[in-house]
């Protein structure tokens, strides 16, 4: 189902639809990036947090994140990602974002679909936030699982960020594998008070690495918008569904008000993101 309500701006798509169902409705090899901030199966219901709503965020939204184990998730997610693989490109990309808890269960997954030789890189994003233990190294971190749909013919153009080094002052380096971008803070004007919000910064290096300038972004768990934000900041044109009214609502409300990069924070090529 389309969502109802105000258009959004031309070039960006929004379903209020289940992922399996709305993909049905995409034309054959249009998609350039698949990315999917996917449930993280956690056993609860993610909800806004308090202190955005004490930092004034009027969004009061929440989804399931319950899955009957490491199997109910996979069998969630096998035939959303074989219904999609129709609607991409040859050279398209596939971003999955995950964390500890499914992402060894997904990269088998995607290895079994696409075959292991589409295995492009195992992203971290690194985001300074989080709780940490007595009993082990505290997760500062999420996975992004990154694949090509056919073995070396994908897009890719690396993310580039300044040099650390004086010798190289003002110089900008080929970004690693380890993206430290922090998390939204309570305060941030971006933050929606959507639950599990990511942040643009992070959204913005890995579309314009994943997909050219006049492609199509496709995020199927969209959320609040984010992908789809910077997509309409980079160039992209974007396809978001999410089975959430309140995440479409948000994400609606977000596009419609996305302004040029100067004025939102979001860094430019070759400057470098909000560190961890
Ligand atoms: C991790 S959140 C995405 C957050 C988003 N990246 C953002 O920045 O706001 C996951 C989203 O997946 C949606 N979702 C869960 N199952 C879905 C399904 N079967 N089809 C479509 N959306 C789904 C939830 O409603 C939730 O909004």
Redesign the pocket.
């Known amino acids: 189902m389309k969502a109802k309500g105000q258009p959004t701006p031309i070039g960006i798509d929004l379903h209020h639809a289940?992922?399996?169902d709305a993909v049905a409705t995409l034309a054959p090899a249009s998609i350039d990036l698949l990315y999917a901030?996917?449930?993280f199966a956690t056993g609860s219901t993610k909800r806004t947090p308090p202190n955005a709503k004490r930092a004034g965020r009027t969004v009061n939204a929440s989804?399931a994140d319950t899955f009957a184990g490491s199997d109910g998730f996979i069998g969630w997610l096998r035939p959303r990602l074989l219904a999609t693989l129709p609607a991409l490109r040859p050279t398209a990309c596939i971003l999955l974002h995950l964390d500890w808890r499914t992402c060894h269960h997904a990269r088998l997954l995607l290895d079994d679909l696409l075959g292991p030789a589409c295995f492009v890189n195992h992203l971290i994003w690194s985001y300074g936030l989080g709780g940490s233990s007595p009993r082990r190294f505290a997760r500062k971190h999420d996975d992004i699982l990154f694949y090509a749909r056919t073995p070396g013919k994908h897009y890719f153009d690396p993310p580039r960020v300044p040099t650390t080094s004086n010798l190289l002052r003002g110089k900008s380096k080929k970004m690693t594998d380890v993206l430290a971008i922090a998390s939204i803070n309570n305060m941030a004007r971006e933050r929606t008070g959507?639950p599990?919000?990511?942040p643009l910064a992070l959204l913005d290096v890995l579309v314009r690495a994943c997909s050219p300038t006049g492609g199509t972004v496709l995020d199927?768990?969209?959320?609040?918008g984010?992908?789809l934000v910077a997509a309409t900041l980079a160039g992209r044109k974007g396809i978001g569904?999410?089975?959430?009214a309140q995440?479409i609502a948000v994400a609606r409300k977000r596009i419609r008000e996305a302004r040029p990069a100067s004025t939102t924070g979001v860094p430019k090529r070759g400057k470098q993101p909000g560190r961890a």
Not at 241 to 244: A, E, N, T
């Open positions: 289940d992922w399996l901030d996917l449930p989804y959507y599990t919000q990511k199927p768990c969209c959320g609040s984010t992908t569904i999410d089975r959430s995440a």
